[in-house]
């Protein structure tokens, strides 16, 4: 995606990686700013209708939807949940992960058992929806097992 000034690869946050340390937070802004920038002008050359690059994914966004809505989400301000080395969720926030459909990704709101992620589900998912339309991503809100919310997201049609 985008070349890092550390000289890795940039990777938007799904919620699966481990916490970031604080005093990353600028240099992370930076990165994700910069990936946002490149995937803009992706949507710019790519796209092909002109207008606004915002409006609609462009076809290799279609193709990584898990990367590109968890871009969305970031470079929207949201944080991303964490977890351990081991695994173990520690970090309350959203996750990104393959939808059922392809093309498609699921958002969901988790955080470590105890943490009350699940009494800030709805509004913390009500609150990823304008970060995503805001990059052209349609964001229908179900039910799932035990009641948990998510967000089904796919691609708004051009």
Known sequence: MTTTSGGGTFEAATGDGVPSPAADAEQRSREVRTALDGLLQIRRLTNGRGGDPTAVPADWERGRPVRAVALALESGGLVPSSVDAAGARVGTGYRVRAGDRPGTAVVEWLG??????????????????????????????????????????????P
């Open 112 to 157: 470590p058992p105890g943490s009350g992620a699940a009494q800030e589900e709805p509004a913390a998912l009500a609150a990823c929806v304008p970060a995503l339309a805001r990059l052209g991503w349609e964001a229908l809100l179900y039910r799932g097992p035990r009641g948990r919310r998510f967000l089904e997201v796919e691609p708004m049609a």
